[in-house]
């Protein structure tokens, strides 16, 4: 086959390898050599440039010719846009080898070590001060919560257990109810209301996580923050099902 020159300075092609079955779509500069093509292809297919073998097949799938001149210019060969490039490895490494990851060595570090490294992300952000190591930024996030922690308090001990309320939330209806619970949980910190709604407007039967914190019906049941919540004469609406 002729090689001739093409112009664009880049191409689309598909990646393929003898090593796994699957296919990867790269965008390359056609001013690399073959020498440095495969060692980018490293990255892709797992095989080390050394022991590459590269074959070009056209966007039908049919076999072109072998990029077997390392340094000759990718763009020399007839490389257009959705052809494929097909790595055959001679390695020793076998079909898969590089897919099942459960095979690869994993590298591990112990926190003493990895405390003491001065390049990682730990490192940086106690350098920086960024994160959980801003002291300042810290202190000033625990005294945002416990201030919101006292209000809400303050907000949940004006509604007693057992008393009709009427809840508002953003972007949705206003729904009735009656509180069953106030106090703290388990699934989020904060005070939270407990409530078992008239109608089955819900999400839960009084239990979240496991954890029962009272009795209803299931999707009667609902946990909001203290300001939304109402006190009041909220009587339950008669939707006559108990006429005939």
């Given at each position: 086959?002729?090689?001739?020159?093409?112009?664009?300075?880049?191409?689309?092609?598909?990646?393929?390898?003898?090593?796994?079955?699957?296919?990867?779509?790269?965008?390359?500069?056609?001013?690399?050599?073959?020498?440095?093509?495969?060692?980018?292809?490293?990255?892709?297919?797992?095989?080390?440039?050394?022991?590459?073998?590269?074959?070009?097949?056209?966007?039908?799938?049919?076999?072109?010719?072998?990029?077997?001149?390392?340094?000759?210019?990718?763009?020399?060969?007839?490389?257009?846009?959705?052809?494929?490039?097909?790595?055959?490895?001679?390695?020793?490494?076998?079909?898969?080898?590089?897919?099942?990851?459960?095979?690869?060595?994993?590298?591990?570090?112990?926190?003493?070590?990895?405390?003491?490294?001065?390049?990682?992300?730990?490192?940086?952000?106690?350098?920086?001060?960024?994160?959980?190591?801003?002291?300042?930024?810290?202190?000033?996030?625990?005294a945002e919560n416990s201030q919101r922690l006292i209000e809400e308090e303050a907000q949940a001990s004006t509604i007693p257990v057992g008393s009709r309320c009427e809840v508002r939330t953003p972007?949705?209806?206003?729904?009735?109810?009656?509180?069953?619970?106030?106090?703290?949980?388990?699934?989020?910190?904060?005070?939270?209301?407990?409530?078992?709604?008239?109608?089955?407007?819900?999400?839960?039967?009084?239990?979240?996580?496991?954890?029962?914190?009272?009795?209803?019906?299931?999707?009667?049941?609902?946990?909001?923050?203290?300001?939304?919540?109402?006190?009041?004469?909220?009587?339950?609406?008669?939707?006559?099902?108990?006429?005939?």
């Amino acid at each position: 086959m002729e090689v001739t020159g093409l112009s664009a300075p880049t191409v689309n092609v598909f990646i393929s390898s003898s090593l796994n079955s699957f296919r990867s779509q790269k965008r390359y500069s056609r001013s690399l050599t073959v020498a440095e093509f495969k060692c980018k292809l490293q990255l892709v297919v797992g095989s080390p440039a050394s022991c590459m073998e590269l074959e070009l097949y056209g966007p039908d799938d049919k076999f072109y010719c072998k990029l077997d001149q390392d340094d000759a210019l990718l763009g020399s060969y007839p490389v257009d846009d959705g052809c494929r490039i097909h790595v055959i490895d001679h390695s020793g490494a076998r079909l898969g080898e590089y897919e099942d990851i459960s095979k690869v060595e994993k590298y591990e570090i112990s926190q003493e070590a990895y405390e003491q490294r001065q390049d990682s992300i730990r490192s940086f952000l106690k350098r920086n001060k960024l994160g959980r190591f801003n002291e300042e930024e810290r202190a000033q996030q625990e005294a945002e919560n416990s201030q919101r922690l006292i209000e809400e308090e303050a907000q949940a001990s004006t509604i007693p257990v057992g008393s009709r309320c009427e809840v508002r939330t953003p972007g949705q209806p206003p729904r009735k109810g009656t509180v069953m619970y106030v106090g703290l949980t388990d699934f989020k910190p904060g005070y939270w209301i407990g409530i078992r709604y008239d109608e089955p407007l819900g999400k839960n039967d009084g239990s979240v996580n496991g954890k029962r914190y009272f009795e209803c019906q299931a999707k009667y049941g609902a946990f909001v923050k203290p300001s939304v919540v109402t006190v009041g004469d909220f009587p339950e609406e008669d939707y006559g099902l108990d006429e005939m």
